[in-house]
């Protein structure tokens, strides 16, 4: 059931003016008017999008005992599409012209006014199957809005969802949306420093210069928002993976914790200058690996990374996204009792979710503290040196 059970992927979004605060019988009524075929007019382009119970895809009820977890909401976003495959359209369409055609064996080359005529009949032909159920496609994205952190998280990753997302949530609850990606989590955190500064002058480092290039550096995919700072999760990898290969596998973070980490299973690097591709490494330890070597060494970024962490009893494996700071596919640690017959609490599960966030940002910022400050320059130098003997 979405985030309380099973494996976790989520895409994180900051509540500008807060969470939902009081979870009552009001909040559930905005809900069900809100929810999936509530809507009084069906867009041009067949596609409703509203909440759902979230215990399945058909689940149309809400409860306080169901949805609302301590200060947490669990529901789950479902958008409808009703759409003829153009295959099946081509076909409507065929069959039509074929039946004005008939008896009139001597036309080689339909008229245009008999293509037109089968077009009208295969477009009123979809219109009335869809309007008897034909053609739906649902599908449902659990979503966990955490009033704790004033945060939402959806199990989606496309833009075409958060197109749907981004206006249920305001006509629901009246706020806005804000996506949280590397950059905008960089100033989040650093302005806890007052170091909001530092983010906003820094650019990419030039761990491998651009051979055809000045010798500055060059990300292509943050070249649609020149004011992104995204690549700072693509340098957190690299750091990351520096500091376990140089320094130690245990990473001191800011709350006075520790935490042991192990890059696992997949290692997706990707050329900054739009030249040389993109490497996708799958295999027990892809950081050791010649060919991970090789694509660093020739200025390939990190763009995803398998991970596995341990910090205060608990240990997480998931796949983070650099850029836009995505989980995927997260483990969350084994309760004790808990088995097949006897799964998590709800409660329990959202504190693990919790708490792993709450782990993968002390870590980048244990990253960001170390790039906004003048040690920086030893880390890059450090970097820069050891990328140029691996083998």
Not at 117 to 137: D, K, L, N, S, V
Request: a neutral charge; glycine letters at 8%; aromatic letters at 8%.
């Amino acid at each position: 059931m979405g985030f309380l059970a099973g494996s976790a992927s989520f895409t994180r979004f900051s509540i500008v003016g807060g969470a939902p605060k009081r979870l009552d019988a009001a909040l559930l009524e905005k809900l069900s008017e809100h929810g999936i075929g509530r809507q009084r007019e069906m867009r041009s382009d067949r596609v409703e999008a509203g909440w759902i119970g979230g215990d399945h895809i058909l689940d149309r009820a809400f409860s306080e005992a169901k949805n609302f977890i301590g200060d947490a909401i669990h529901v789950a976003l479902r958008i409808d599409t009703a759409r003829v495959p153009p295959e099946i359209m081509r076909a409507y369409v065929r069959m039509e012209l074929e039946a004005l055609q008939r008896g009139r064996e001597g036309r080689a080359v339909p008229a245009a006014r008999q293509r037109q005529a089968a077009r009208e009949a295969a477009q009123h032909r979809a219109e009335t199957e869809i309007r008897q159920g034909r053609f739906h496609r649902m599908r449902q994205f659990p979503v966990l809005i955490d009033g704790c952190g004033d945060t939402l998280l959806i199990a989606a990753s496309a833009e075409s969802v958060f197109e749907h997302l981004h206006p249920l949530y305001r006509e629901t609850f009246g706020k806005r949306l804000e996506l949280i990606t590397a950059g905008r989590l960089a100033y989040r955190l650093a302005e806890l420093r007052g170091a909001s500064r530092a983010v906003e002058q820094a650019t990419p480092a030039p761990f491998v210069k651009n051979p055809e290039g000045d010798g500055s550096a060059f990300v292509y995919w943050t070249m649609h928002d020149p004011a992104s700072r995204d690549f700072l999760g693509n340098e957190f990898l690299i750091w990351l993976w520096w500091h376990l290969a140089e320094r130690s596998d245990t990473i001191a973070l800011g709350d006075k914790s520790d935490a042991a980490v192990v890059i696992v299973k997949q290692l997706v690097l990707e050329c900054p200058w739009a030249r040389n591709g993109r490497t996708t490494i799958v295999c027990d330890g892809p950081a050791r690996l010649p060919e991970a070597h090789r694509a660093i060494r020739g200025g390939k970024l990190p763009r995803r990374a398998g991970l596995v962490v341990s910090r205060e009893g608990r240990q997480y494996e998931f796949s983070l996204s650099a850029d836009s700071m995505r989980v995927s596919s997260a483990v969350l640690p084994t309760l004790e009792g808990e088995d097949e017959a006897s799964p998590p609490m709800p409660a329990d599960r959202v504190e693990q979710v919790r708490h792993l966030i709450a782990t993968i940002d002390l870590l980048f910022d244990a990253f960001l503290s170390r790039r906004t400050s003048s040690a920086w320059s030893e880390d890059f130098a450090a970097i820069v040196r050891w990328l140029k003997r691996v083998e």
